[in-house]
């Protein structure tokens, strides 16, 4: 009986590491270079665009992420410059903090030297009310989620407020952006659907 139980425990154990192994960590599909030229090619309704996360005050015990978005033919004016804090939640639920940078012309390109940021501490750091995303996991590996309500202050284009709708997967990051007005009109994002990121580097 008791070699039955162990038996069942290892195998336990071991299908555990397994499945840990086939499905990465949050965290991990987060991080690379991903680019939605594909998409781009083939509908003309969405732009060329570069999409880089990388990590950065790896020794703060945190899962804080550098982030810059940037047409493909403009590297070096990106027109979004993020920092995300990573929060588990609970077992299957996350929590992607979403922070603004001063003076951001500072760090444009430092997602390739992440440890620029060392010389800085999160006091550069503004917090975006309202704009966190949720994300649970789902039972292939990949994890989806959004804002929460309308919560989240915009004042691009007229808009009043936006929401981001997210699914992460081992090799792509669909994010849909919308803007809307007070009237819940949206003026400014996406209308089909999200934009698609393909990873080009790890």
Known sequence: MK???TFLLLAICWLGIVQAQE?????DLMTGSFSSEAQAA??????????????????????????????????DRPYRQRVYLVEQISRDSFRSVVFTLDH?????????????????????????????????KKEDGSYEGSTLGNGCESTLRGASYATSKVTIRAQTIESWDQGFNEAGEQVWGAEKGGYVFDRIEK
Do not use: N
């Open 3 to 5: 070699q039955t139980l």
């Open 23 to 27: 499905q990465p960590a949050l965290f």
């Open 42 to 75: 083939a509908d003309s309704d969405y732009y060329s665009i570069s999409l880089h996360m990388y990590p950065i005050w790896q020794e703060s015990g945190q899962q804080w992420l550098y982030v810059e978005q940037a047409l493909g033919s403009l590297q």
């Open 104 to 136: 951001p012309e500072t760090f444009i390109g430092k997602w390739a030297e992440p440890a620029f940021f060392d010389a800085y501490s999160d006091t550069i750091l503004s917090k975006r009310e309202g704009c966190a995303v949720y994300l649970v």
